[in-house]
């Protein structure tokens, strides 16, 4: 079972959906307001597509959806197919290693825009806990920007996940924050954890680099527990159109 899906996930997922409802709500505005140019997206890391919102995949012709987990296409069908065949969207749903294949993919797809669904904040659970893991994934995330090179192509990751303030549904989350990525973290930056109650030793998912400074992002608050944050970041990248 993979680290970072599978029927835990699966499970989790499905009885935390009023704890989750605010923050996919916050995900759907912000991907509502991401337009991205190509008809046809390459979806990684989709599982059942539990915290997407239908009404942005329908504004694909095509989509390719990978993840490594065989019990999610048939969840993804339940969760999205209707509202797929509804805008005639075709997908197509493939069972493996997106990352390792990614550079195929992009080939395969010149067209295609990519999005990466909280899959990059993960791959420190994928990777050995020796002294060179951290090492190996910033360069592994480096080498990925890398082959997106001239692509379109968005994420939403864990940026930072850990302990805070008991939140339950029906409580108001604090709201998204939208900017532009700073060069580099400042006091203020961090001071949007306050209201979350950050407390205890919180886990870097190493995808602080991910987006280049200048980014458009937005910044989500998502109680994955309910006295467990994570700090999410989506961001959309949109190089100059030939
Ligand atoms: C935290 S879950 C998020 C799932 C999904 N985005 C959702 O909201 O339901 C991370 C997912 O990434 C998948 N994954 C991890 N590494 C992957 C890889 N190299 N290629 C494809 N999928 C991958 C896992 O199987 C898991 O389903």
């Known amino acids: 079972m993979s680290p970072s899906g599978g029927l835990r996930w699966h499970w989790r997922a499905w009885r ?24 046809e997206l390459l979806l990684i890391g989709a599982s059942a597509g539990w915290m997407l919102p239908s009404p942005w995949l329908q504004r694909f012709r095509r989509i390719q959806v990978w993840d490594l987990d065989p019990l999610a296409k048939p969840l993804f069908a339940w969760r999205h197919g209707p509202a797929l065949r509804a805008a005639l969207t075709h997908w197509d749903y493939h069972c493996g290693d997106a990352l390792k294949a990614l550079p195929r993919l992009l080939e395969n797809h010149p067209q295609a825009c990519i999005f990466f669904d909280n899959v990059l904040g993960q791959l420190r659970f994928h990777a050995g806990a020796g002294p060179q893991a951290a090492t190996q994934i910033e360069e592994r ?15 939403v990751h864990d940026l930072l996940s850990g302990p805070g303030l008991r939140f339950r549904p029906g409580q108001v989350l604090p709201p998204a924050r939208w900017r532009l990525l700073e060069p580099k973290a400042s006091p203020e930056s961090d001071a949007w954890l306050a209201p979350l109650g950050a407390n205890g030793q919180w886990l870097d998912h190493l995808t602080g680099a991910v987006f280049a400074p200048g980014t458009p992002i937005c910044d989500i608050a998502w109680p994955f527990e309910p006295a467990y944050w994570h700090w999410l970041q989506g961001g959309w990248v949109s190089p100059p159109r030939r």
């Open 16 to 39: 935390s959906q009023a704890l989750w409802r605010d923050t996919r709500g916050q995900i759907a505005d912000w991907l509502a307001q991401v337009q991205p140019h190509s008809d």
């Open 141 to 155: 995330l480096r080498v990925i920007k890398q082959q997106l090179g001239g692509r379109e192509w968005g994420s």
